[in-house]
């Protein structure tokens, strides 16, 4: 992957070449950059113009290369997908053995869907009685405090897993009130109709 190539060992007149074949003159970065600036600029143009509504292929295939080779994800790219694909995104740093990233991603998750940092996430709304439901990836979380339940030498790792595990409780707890609030909102529409 050039961004990464150039990123490591930088420009050549070759990858010149190749930049200017693509088009660098449209970025408009306001500014002199590097080349790998330009192709990480490029990149993040072509995902925002051609990745598809729905299944993100685009993004997740770039985000596994630069995790195969062991490269840690541009910020854009991380808030981006974190915007159409968190499930997946913990998913992706779980399978990458990243568990320190899957258990802070799960944790802000968890915290977006309770109200804090919706705006981050992509939710129409956090999870709220009157509010349709909020999706959250049990699957994954579940997945993620056993691989950070095995790992008891690591201190960070520990209170991370500490740390989502009370999310998780928190977040069951609250939903758990919001059932028997959506309840009694039922019950009394119910009522009102007789």
């Known amino acids: 992957m050039l961004c990464v190539k150039l990123s490591r060992n930088g420009a050549d007149s070759e990858t010149w070449k190749w930049l200017a074949a693509n088009d660098i003159g449209s970025l408009n970065l306001g500014r002199e950059a590097t080349a790998a600036e330009l192709a990480w600029h490029l990149l993040q143009t072509y995902l ?3 990745d598809q509504k729905g299944d993100h292929l685009h993004f997740k295939t770039v985000i596994k290369k ?3 080779l062991g490269f840690q994800l541009p910020q854009w790219i991380i808030n981006s997908y974190k915007k159409l694909d968190p499930g997946n995104l913990l998913l992706l740093y779980i399978t990458f053995d990243l568990l320190e990233e899957a258990a802070n991603l799960g944790v ?4 977006a869907i309770l109200g804090k940092g919706v ?21 994954q979380l579940d997945h993620l405090l056993k ?8 201190p960070e790792l520990i209170r991370l897993h500490n740390l989502l595990n009370g999310r998780l409780e ?3 707890h609250y939903a ?4 028997k609030e959506m309840i ?4 009394r529409k119910q009522q009102i109709s007789r």
């Open 48 to 50: 925002e113009r051609y």
């Open 66 to 68: 630069l995790l195969s």
């Open 108 to 111: 802000e998750f968890i915290d």
């Open 119 to 139: 705006e981050y996430f992509g939710l129409k709304n956090p999870i709220r009685p009157t509010s349709p439901s909020v999706w959250l990836p049990y699957q």
């Open 147 to 154: 691989a950070l339940k095995e790992t008891r030498n690591d």
């Open 170 to 172: 928190e977040y069951q």
């Open 176 to 179: 758990g009130q919001i059932s």
């Open 184 to 187: 009694a909102i039922a019950h």
